[in-house]
């Protein structure tokens, strides 16, 4: 019964894809790049003589989760070639050119037919997925294959469908796995406590990511200059609903400087920021001599937000006013406060930093006003929050390491 809607749910998922692409620019690219993938892959591999491990993440999040992995394998096993697949658009077409792996597609859709002929073009001697990524038809063909797969980053919750009376195909799925790296003790209790032993609290590996990403920062003089001798709230991935929230309130600071990195340059959003503040100016305009003049910087340029953060005292992550919070750990790393909007509570680390009293949800205006005012205006408060925000990335460290140790013995056995 599991398998039938599961393979029906599939099904629907693609003809309402279909149906929405004309108007839908994702679905649309959803669909258009797995229109050719069989032929793509045979065309790349046929005659392919190294052997190849399989990196599988859904989207940029589980990118950034894979990435530090695979460029740890890549330097301990040079013998293979990396193929990394995507389940959506938002992150191949971003990383399509990424220059870790050797071959990067869609994945196409999980049917039987689809799994067997995937595996079959591509003959992995090794799979890892990232985080969520269960599906069921590609990971029985690995079982069946006998090839070894390895999850990584993993998160269970007891509502998850594993762990209901109607669930238990889906649980025997896990079988197919060789290892689980867990993220957190409660996920690893949730599989123990169903008879799972081939599991392992190793972290999550954005932790070893955000590290590596903060000792390449990229040195800004033109934020540099910005900044001055002033302390900078860089305001990060922000969302038109979380500068409704936050700009006018920040309007009673004239002596804090702002590092703005709009989620999406969108024109209108970027008036919409000019115009709350006259003393503002666009990256891509600004001389060493205006932007030092300037209490808004806007950054409407792509690619160095996880440096920008490195010039603030204080920082608020957007996406959590709407469908979800963004990157934390960037800016954490760092060690500043961080604040952000109420829909935060499935992302492990926000709740940690909250937890830690390094990190501040606010639900409205006046939260954010309330929240910000006690830590802007109280220096020991800050400086408390800020260390133990860097001390949190600093102690969770090391998950890659875990995991390449285990492939290391598990490649010898």
Known sequence: MFLLCYNLGLKLYLLILKGVSPFNIKAKKWLKGRASVFAELEATFQGETKKVVWFHAASLGEFEQARPVMERFREEFKAYRILLTFFSPSG??????????????????????NAKRFISITQPALAFFVKYEFWFHYLNELK??????ISFSAIFRENQLFFKPYGKAYKALLTSFRKIFVQDRVSYSLLQKEGFSSIEIAG????DRVLEIAKRRKDLPLVNTFKGDKKVLVIGSAWEADLRIILQELQAYPD???????????????KMIEATFSSSIRFSKATLTEVAKK????????????????YGEFAFIGGAFGKGLHNTLEAAVYGIPLFFGPNYLKFKEACDLIEAGAAFSV???????????????DTSLREAAAKKAGEYVVSNQGATEKIISFTKSMLQE
């Open 295 to 310: 209490q808004v910087l806007i950054i409407d340029n792509i690619g160095i937000l996880s440096s920008l953060y490195f």
């Open 256 to 270: 804090l400087k702002l590092l703005i990195a709009p989620h999406e340059i969108d024109e209108p959003i970027l």
């Open 204 to 207: 999550d590996t954005r932790f």
């Open 144 to 149: 069946i294959g006998k090839i070894p797969a």
């Open 363 to 377: 639900k409205d205006k006046e939260a954010f006003r309330k929240e910000f005012k006690k830590i802007y205006s």
């Open 92 to 113: 191949y077409e971003i990383r399509k050119n990424y220059p870790g792996a050797d071959f990067v597609f869609y994945l196409p859709l999980d049917t039987k037919k």
